[in-house]
């Protein structure tokens, strides 16, 4: 299993512009989420689903949206990038049940200037 | 609002001497607690995990201790190797794990 995994890697935008991150994980996981990462700081809950259909906010979800048309993927869209989007994007998922570890990805790199 | 937090942000050790992390919670209605591992330009790693009806748990060289009394969540690391220098996270978590709170962070060094 390729576990979860995040495009692009790295990823410069102009203010104003937009883009999607893409996730994916080949677990047949339920439950997926997206967190952002700022310097020396820890990870905030921007969106999660818990099933294809299904999204809910996090902490932090204002100037994103996402989508869960499959179990396998879990995009999110920046539709107006800002400087303060500036962070590091981790992706999760678990599988459904109790006290299920969340296996995350390997992160996108976005900088917004 | 609720929040995890730890006590060192910084965490210096001699290679072969043992860690320990220490991280604070402030939801007692948290019934998970995980520790996370995140090497440079990597994505967090589990380490451990324990729920809040126990109060200890180990793993290999891992042990992971839960005081509710004082809402304090300890990682302890023996022989440290320099394999172990990363950013270690506690979160808390409740309703069977399902939404997870993150801390700050602390970054341990091991010195060769």
């Known amino acids: 299993n390729a576990g979860v995994t995040q495009t692009p890697k790295f990823r410069i935008l102009k203010i104003g512009q937009s883009m999607t991150l893409q996730c994916t994980q080949d677990m047949n996981h339920n439950y997926m989420y997206w967190y952002r990462q700022d310097p020396g700081m820890g990870l905030k809950l921007i969106y999660y689903s818990v099933g294809a259909g299904i999204t809910d906010k996090g902490e932090v979800p204002n100037g994103y949206n996402v989508s869960r048309s499959t179990t396998e993927d879990f995009p999110l869209r920046l539709e107006l990038a800002a400087p303060s989007q500036t962070s590091v994007y981790f992706c999760?998922?678990?599988?459904?049940?109790?006290?299920?570890?969340?296996?995350f990805g390997p992160g996108t790199r976005l900088t917004v200037l | 609002g609720e929040s995890v937090g730890l006590h060192l942000p910084t965490l210096s050790v001699q290679e072969g001497d043992n860690s320990i992390i220490n991280c604070a919670y402030s939801?007692?209605?948290?019934?998970?607690f995980i520790w996370y591992k995140q090497e440079s330009g990597k994505g967090p790693q589990f380490i451990i995990d324990i729920r809040s009806n126990m109060d200890k748990r180990q793993g290999q060289r891992v042990t992971v201790l839960l005081n509710k009394t004082v809402k304090h969540l300890s990682l302890q690391i023996a022989a440290t190797q320099p394999g172990d220098s990363a950013v270690y996270f506690c979160?808390?978590?409740?309703?069977?794990?399902?939404?997870?709170?993150f801390g700050g962070g602390t970054r341990l060094m091991v010195k060769p």
């Open positions: 939801n007692s209605a948290s019934d998970y």
């Open positions: 999760a998922s678990r599988a459904q049940g109790w006290y299920n570890e969340q296996f």
């Open positions: 979160a808390e978590g409740n309703n069977a794990g399902n939404m997870l709170t």
